[in-house]
């Protein structure tokens, strides 16, 4: 046990959520525990983690995690090691809020994202349909994200719009997505920044420079594709395809890169197959889904794309495996399933309380301390 290496949780603590400062200290070995001198409460070592107060063995909640996140079914699960559907779904939920988090403190951070490609997919629900649209930066085969939605409509790109904005620097990006009319104004409503004017009222957004929008739009006949139309909206062709060979090397505009991301989760969530039976029972049940899959498939699975020659004398080589995270060089290692529901996610810094008035000195020697 390292108190230097955890943070105090408790939200009222003015200490929270600060490492290495000191106000950690080891309350008990044999449970685990940790104790804050500062506001005095004592918390588990797996605080903030999915095996929080969890009631089975951590090892097999991990087998079975890695399980489902390989597209196991939750039945084959629960014949193997006779659990109750209900806790293997319980875990489920609480791996992909687990994953939730870490997705957003480590993947939705700025970024040269270079070329991005988005798509939709139809999610057979009980009673209905849900959409999923996703996102991926082609260069690191990093999974930015996904949304889901109840229509295939404006507010669905918007959001995933959003989220890829999150994760991306100002720098050229090139946007591949399919024929659908809503990504053209989404992009171009959400990638601005405000500029200040110093006068009174709202500023006036800027659009970003260097952004591209390219759409490939398939036509079918007889449940195959009959002719692909590649459409540059936004943007030169010259930006387009040094873009383009920036960060896939050759080849034209596609969306060849977002399409089989959608292969492995239809693989990997029965509910996404396109003849199947299973369908998904809610909403709610299917977002921590997306979420375990996608975070899975960031940090904790080799992308054969992905990996690089070390050259050795007499013309000899290996390769070396990489993940998308780490090509992205968010980690240096691949993290097991373990490893990813452990991680602890960081939690916002302690703001002083407004009150009318001075502040009281023992206000300010607290802000002093832990605010600065």
């Not at 105090?8 to 400062?21: Q, T």
């Not at 489920?92 to 994202?113: F, I, N």
């Not at 229509?151 to 959003?162: F, S, Y």
């Not at 529901?341 to 960081?346: D, I, P, R, V, Y």
């Amino acid at each position: 046990m390292d108190p230097q290496a955890v943070f105090c949780h408790n939200l009222d603590c003015p200490a929270r959520g600060r490492v290495g400062k000191g106000n950690i200290g080891v309350f008990s070995q044999k449970d685990r525990r940790y104790v804050c001198h500062v506001c005095g409460q004592t918390f588990s070592a797996n605080k903030g983690t999915a095996f929080y107060r969890l009631r089975t063995a951590k090892e097999l909640m991990v087998i079975v995690i890695t399980l489902l996140a390989h597209g196991c079914p939750v039945q084959a699960v629960v014949a193997a090691f006779k659990l109750d559907e209900r806790t293997v779904l319980s875990w489920q939920k609480r791996a992909g809020e687990q994953c939730e988090r870490v997705h957003e403190q480590l993947v939705e951070q700025p970024r040269d994202l270079g070329q991005v490609q988005a798509d939709e997919m139809r999610v057979k629900k009980q009673g209905g349909i849900v959409w999923m649209a996703m996102a991926l930066q082609v260069s690191t085969r990093l999974w930015l994200g996904g949304v889901l939605s109840g229509h295939r409509d404006g507010e669905l790109i918007t959001a995933l719009v959003q989220k890829v904005r999150a994760s991306a620097l100002c720098r050229p990006l090139l946007f591949c997505v399919d024929g659908f009319t809503a990504y053209v104004g989404a992009i171009q409503s959400v990638f601005r920044t405000p500029v200040p004017t110093g006068q009174a009222g709202r500023p006036r957004l800027r659009p970003w420079d260097g952004i591209c929008i390219a759409q490939v739009i398939k036509r079918y006949a007889r449940k195959r594709v009959m002719d692909i139309q590649r459409r540059l909206v936004q943007g030169t062709m010259a930006q387009v395809e040094a873009l383009l060979r920036q960060t896939q090397g050759e080849g034209q505009i596609n969306v060849a890169f977002i399409e089989r991301l959608n292969a492995t989760f239809r693989a990997r969530i029965s509910a996404l197959v396109r003849r199947g039976r299973a369908l998904a029972r809610q909403t709610g049940t299917l977002r921590p889904a997306m979420y375990l899959i996608g975070t899975a498939y960031n940090f904790c699975s080799y992308h054969k794309s992905l990996r690089l020659p070390i050259y050795l004398p007499a013309n000899r080589h290996h390769w070396v495996a990489r993940t998308p995270a780490m090509a992205a060089g968010i980690t240096d290692h691949l993290w097991t399933v373990e490893d990813l529901l452990s991680f602890q996610t960081k939690i916002p810094p302690w703001t002083p309380p407004k009150r009318s008035g001075r502040p009281a000195n023992a206000t300010k020697a607290l802000v002093a301390q832990w605010c600065s």
